[in-house]
Structures are given as structure tokens and as C-alpha cells.
């Protein structure tokens, strides 16, 4: 602990400071001897020119006042040479600092001292980091940004042509009889329906990613939730000609959540499973507890998900080949909206499928 205190830039100065007045000295008495030597001691002929010099100067200046000016000349001398490293130092993080204020630039100060300036010189480095990382994110939100609107334009103009279309017919009188203009009429109403989940999905994602207000959490009994929740889901699962099994290893599942946004998320992963799992004929709601967390799997038994699509179902608007049709396709929001849901809890969300079955893992903190 002495040690790091005396390696300090105070202490640093203060021997600076010390050993230039003793060099100084040094020097001082040193010039003080070899005048006096070549003077008194070894007396020159009276012509040569150093001995009159020197005579004179000590005659009509002093050697007070030259021995001052030589002494403090000396301590400067030996004080810039004491300070050398240190200044050079500082010199070379300023140097650092404006390479860092160029943004488009990446900068790192070598660590060479364990004093201020070398503490200076690693916070500095890892300002630098970071402010690399918020111009990297910076960067990746404004793609994600743009790519959010190239999607939603995409995804709305299809319905929405669809629907102009068709009432572009009506406007124009081509329809010969009034049952044709009900065909018409319901084709676009029912687009016109897809058009309005796309924008409430839209919202739904937009807010659960870019709330900044915290989530109310209450305690919540995850059994007697996802109970009810599969409940509320059986005129769901009766119009798509399936069923649903819960099965339940645990005597008590409780966390920490906001219901009626966990109630979103898992909405999203149970009408996926019943779009896609109508096959099967059977959904599956499995609740456990591994360790300290609370598991649920929501489990359907349709077609497999191929591989290369597994890892990009969470993203917004990704839609596997499979789901494109008019009869399937949602939106490409509701995972990625879970996902949100999920993770703002603190949670995770996996996703496993074989050819048997996929299953939708969630995973929360179990609440003591």
C-alpha cells in the first residue's frame, strides 16, 4: 500500500522536485571548486582571457547573484529531465484523446505506469470501448430501423393492394350480380382483417421493444395461469379440430412477471402451435422446474421445422417458406414479440423441433 502511494504523480513530482535541487547543488558546488581552483588555487597569467573574465564577472556582478541565476538555470535543466518520461506520457494520452473524438477512428493508449496517468490512460481505453459499442448499436438500430420499415411496407402493401384492387372492381361497375360483389366484397373485407392484425402486431412489437418503462411485476402462480390460459384456448383449438394436454410435474410454480404481458406472449406461442400444428391434432402445455427456474413447454406435433429456419424464427417478419401461404401466414411478429416479452422478464426462449414435434421452451426465475 506505501508503495502505491509513494508511485503516485504527486510523489512522482515531489522526488522531481528534490532531485533536481540536489543536482543543481551538486553542479553549483561543483562549477563553485573548478572557479575557485582555476582562479586562486592555479593562478593563470594575468593576459589569458578566461581569468580575466572570470575576474571580472565576479568584481562587478557578484558571485551571490551568479551563483543564483547558474542554480536556478540547473534546477529547470534537471527538472525537465526528471519530468521527461511523465510529460511525454501525458503528452502521448492527449494525443490518444483527440485520436478517440474522431469517431470514425479506433484508439487505444498503451498502459505503462501504475500511477494517475496510467489509470487515466485505462479508463480512457475503456470509454473508448464503449463508445465504440454505442456507435456500433447506433449503427445496428438505424439498419433495424430501416429494415423495420422496409418490412412493414412490404407486408402492408400486399393486403392492401389486394384490397384497392378489388374495390377498385366494384367501384367501376364490373360486377354483373350482386352475389359476385359479395365474393368481392368479402375478399377484401377478410384482407382488410390481416391488414388490421399486421398493424396491431406492428404496435405490439414496437412497444415491448422500445418501452423504457418498467415492467410491474407480481408474484404470479405460472400453474394456475397457464391453466386458465389453456382454458380461454380450447374454442382455438376446437375450431382447428385439435385437443390439449397439460402436464404438470411441480407442486408449486411461482415467479415474478406482469400477467397481462406474459398473457401476450404466450397467446403468440399457443396460436403458433395451432397454425402450424393442426396435423397433430394435439397441443401440449408441459410445466416443470429444473433447478431455479420455472419451465414451460408449449409443444405441437404438425410439421417439422426445417433446420436452416430454426435459428431465425424469433426475428421480426421471418417467415419460413412453409407458413407464406395465405391459409398460414401470420404476420412474422407474434415470436418475435414473445421473445420481447419473454427476455423483458428476464427470461429465455429456445426452440427445439424433430419430426415428431416442436416444442417452444420459456424460462423464468422461480420466485422464493
Not at 392492401?160 to 377498385?168: C, K, W
Not at 421471418?318 to 427476455?343: D, F, H, N, P
Request: charged letters at 25%.
Amino acid at each position: 500500500m506505501k508503495n502505491k502511494y509513494i508511485s503516485t504523480i504527486r510523489w512522482k513530482f515531489i522526488w522531481a522536485f528534490v532531485l533536481s535541487m540536489l543536482s543543481g547543488g551538486a553542479l553549483l558546488l561543483a562549477g563553485y571548486r573548478l572557479v575557485h581552483s582555476l582562479i586562486y588555487l592555479q593562478p593563470a597569467q594575468p593576459s589569458a582571457l578566461y581569468s580575466r573574465t572570470l575576474k571580472w564577472i565576479i568584481n562587478h556582478i557578484g558571485s551571490a547573484p551568479l551563483m543564483t541565476a547558474v542554480g536556478i538555470a540547473s534546477f529547470l535543466i534537471f527538472f525537465f529531465i526528471y519530468t521527461r518520461r511523465i510529460v511525454s506520457y501525458l503528452e502521448e494520452i492527449t494525443s490518444g484523446i483527440q485520436q478517440i473524438t474522431k469517431l470514425d477512428e479506433s484508439h487505444r493508449i498503451e498502459v505503462r505506469t501504475s500511477d494517475e496517468l496510467g489509470v487515466l490512460a485505462e479508463n480512457i481505453n475503456i470509454m473508448s470501448e464503449r463508445l465504440q459499442h454505442s456507435l456500433l448499436e447506433e449503427r445496428k438500430a438505424v439498419e433495424s430501423k430501416n429494415e423495420l420499415i422496409t418490412g412493414v411496407s412490404h407486408d402492408l402493401r400486399t393486403p392492401l393492394t389486394s384490397v384497392l384492387g378489388f374495390l377498385e372492381y366494384i367501384e367501376q361497375d364490373r360486377c354483373r350480380e350482386e352475389t359476385e360483389i359479395r365474393y368481392y366484397v368479402g375478399i377484401a373485407y377478410q384482407k382488410s382483417l390481416v391488414l388490421r392484425k399486421l398493424i396491431d402486431d406492428l404496435f405490439e412489437y414496437t412497444r415491448v421493444n422500445s418501452s423504457r418503462l418498467p415492467l410491474v411485476l407480481e408474484r404470479l402462480d405460472l400453474k394456475a395461469f397457464m391453466r386458465q390460459l389453456a382454458e380461454e384456448s380450447v374454442p382455438a383449438l376446437n375450431h382447428a379440430g385439435m385437443t390439449y394436454e397439460l402436464q404438470d410435474n411441480t407442486e408449486s410454480l411461482w415467479i415474478e412477471a406482469a400477467p397481462y404481458e406474459l398473457v401476450r406472449a404466450y397467446e403468440n406461442l399457443i396460436a403458433n402451435a395451432i397454425r402450424y400444428g393442426k396435423d397433430g391434432k394435439r397441443l401440449e402445455i408441459g410445466l416443470s422446474c429444473e433447478g431455479n427456474d420455472a419451465v414451460v413447454r408449449i409443444s405441437n406435433f404438425g410439421e417439422m421445422i426445417a433446420e436452416g429456419d430454426l435459428p431465425h424464427i424469433f426475428e421480426r417478419f421471418y417467415r419460413a417458406e412453409r407458413s407464406r401461404s395465405q391459409i398460414t401466414g401470420g404476420s412474422g411478429l407474434g415470436l418475435a414479440i414473445a421473445k420481447g416479452i419473454v427476455e423483458r422478464h428476464h427470461g429465455e426462449i429456445t426452440a427445439h423441433s424433430t419430426r415428431s414435434r416442436t416444442d417452444f421452451v420459456t424460462r423464468f426465475p422461480v420466485s422464493s
